[in-house]
T-cell receptor, first 114, second 112 residues
């Protein structure tokens, strides 16, 4: 099993550009999550999904969109990138009921918006 | 909203000694889960230990144990026989209804 994979590993965006961060897991987990980690800080939840077709907002959803068309994939879309979105983005997945179990994290995507 | 506070930005410990990392949280919920995650320089997030709030017994995983004080909303992590590989950022996290909140982290350095 590859676990949770994220692409790309690094990306530089110009202000106003858009991009999609890809996340795929091969563990058949129902629950998936997107976090951002700003320098010197802990992770903050952006969006999560409890299954295909179901998504919900986390603590910091503004400026982002997600979709979950399959169990395996949970892409994160940034529209009109802003410098405040410079961060490291982590995708994670877990077994149901999600909150009680270990979240398996991807290696992260470092995004810089200039 | 739930908040998690880690009051020690940095700590150091000699190899083979014991260190305790502090964590407090604020919530009005009675059923929730608490976690300690380790983030080494590789940036990978690794679960260290987990505690269910409804369990009074403190969780233990080999050299790692917690002191869970529900009334005080405190969840400290004790690392015994510290090893060089324990050097990392440690994050305390609170989870209720899929809403996971992390503290700002404690940077632990284990010195030889």
């Amino acid at each position: 099993n590859a676990g949770v994979t994220q692409t790309p590993k690094f990306r530089i965006l110009k202000i106003g550009q858009s991009m999609t961060l890809q996340c795929t897991q091969d563990m058949n987990h129902n629950y998936m999550y997107w976090y951002r980690q700003d320098p010197g800080m802990g992770l903050k939840l952006i969006y999560y999904s409890v299954g295909a077709g179901i998504t919900d907002k986390g603590e910091v959803p503004n400026g982002y969109n997600v979709s979950r068309s399959t169990t395996e994939d949970f892409p994160l879309r940034l529209e009109l990138a802003a410098p405040s979105q410079t961060s490291v983005y982590f995708c994670a997945s877990s077994y149901p009921p999600g909150q009680a179990y270990e979240q398996y994290f991807g290696p992260g995507t470092r995004l810089t918006v200039t | 909203a739930q908040t998690v506070t880690q009051s020690q930005p940095e700590m150091s410990v000699q190899e083979a000694e014991t260190v305790t990392l502090s964590c407090t949280y604020d919530t009005s919920e009675s059923n929730y889960y608490l976690f300690w995650y380790k983030q080494p320089p590789s940036r990978q997030m690794i679960l260290v230990i987990r505690q269910e709030a409804y369990k009074q017994q403190n969780a233990t995983e080999n050299r790692f144990s917690v002191n869970f004080q529900k009334a005080a909303k405190s969840f400290s992590l004790k690392i015994s026989d510290s090893q060089l590989g324990d050097t990392a950022m440690y994050f305390c996290a609170f989870c209720n209804n899929n809403d996971m909140r992390f503290g700002a982290g404690t940077r632990l350095t284990v010195k030889p």
